[in-house]
């Protein structure tokens, strides 16, 4: 899989995001898909795809536990785009199963609890979205976190068995908001209140200025676990 990383890689360099989901779209005709939980770093990927009406088919977990505004922002982009996002649900009896033996929020009493809800709510939801799926584009950046500045824009994601390409991995934040702005795309109003990551509602809280991007993801747990498993390196 070294080869086909190295290939993508070469075929990507000085492109431009639009550019680079064209291109990728072409090689993974059919296969290719985005994952987007409505950040403002997705909105940019999302408004990429349906600008360009690229051949890219766009996904969202719903967790059963978003904020409002998420559900808002969600609704905005497909009444802005007329475009499908398609969704994908926790399995029913899991999550019965977790509620009945641990309680709505069993997730604050250990990590490992954290991580099942986790599990039940997104990991195998992101399983069935990714089946058939050859390339996942994210809206990843590299300044998100220490554990996302060890990753690369392309690599190979071996517990999904896929090729999983962040198109803009190196843009600062400053060229997020300047992009939004420019082209007016719409984003999730908790941004503006200091949420610059935002998860499920019960798990995610504002910041205070100068604190970590994702100092308010499982506040409650150690800086170095704040990973879902979805993204982990």
Request: aromatic share 12%.
């Amino acid at each position: 899989m070294n080869d086909l990383v190295a290939e993508i890689s070469a075929s990507m360099a000085s492109k431009e995001p639009g550019e680079s989901l064209a291109l990728l779209a072409r090689r993974f005709p059919g296969r290719i898909a985005f994952s987007t939980s409505f950040g403002v770093e997705d909105q940019i990927i999302s408004h990429y795809i349906f600008k360009n009406r690229l051949p890219i088919r766009v996904f969202t977990l719903d967790t059963g536990r978003l904020f409002k505004e998420t559900y808002y922002t969600w609704s905005r982009t497909v009444d802005i785009y007329k475009q499908e996002i398609e969704a994908y649900f926790p399995d029913t009896e899991a999550v019965q199963q977790l509620l009945r033996t641990k309680g709505p929020s069993s997730f604050y009493d250990s990590v490992e609890n954290r991580k099942e809800c986790c599990s039940i709510r997104k990991l195998e939801p992101l399983k069935r979205a990714l089946a058939n799926v050859d390339c996942w584009i994210t809206g990843i950046r590299a300044e998100q976190s220490d554990n996302r500045t060890n990753m690369a824009q392309v690599e190979w994601d071996g517990g999904n068995e896929l090729l999983k390409v962040h198109p803009i991995y190196d843009w600062s934040i400053d060229t997020v908001w300047e992009f939004v702005r420019v082209h007016n795309i719409p984003y999730n109003p908790l941004h503006d209140k200091g949420f610059p990551s935002i998860g499920c509602e019960p798990c995610t809280r504002a910041v205070r200025p100068g604190d970590d991007f994702r100092a308010g993801r499982w506040w409650w747990e150690d800086k170095s676990k704040k990973e879902c498993g979805l993204h982990a390196t």
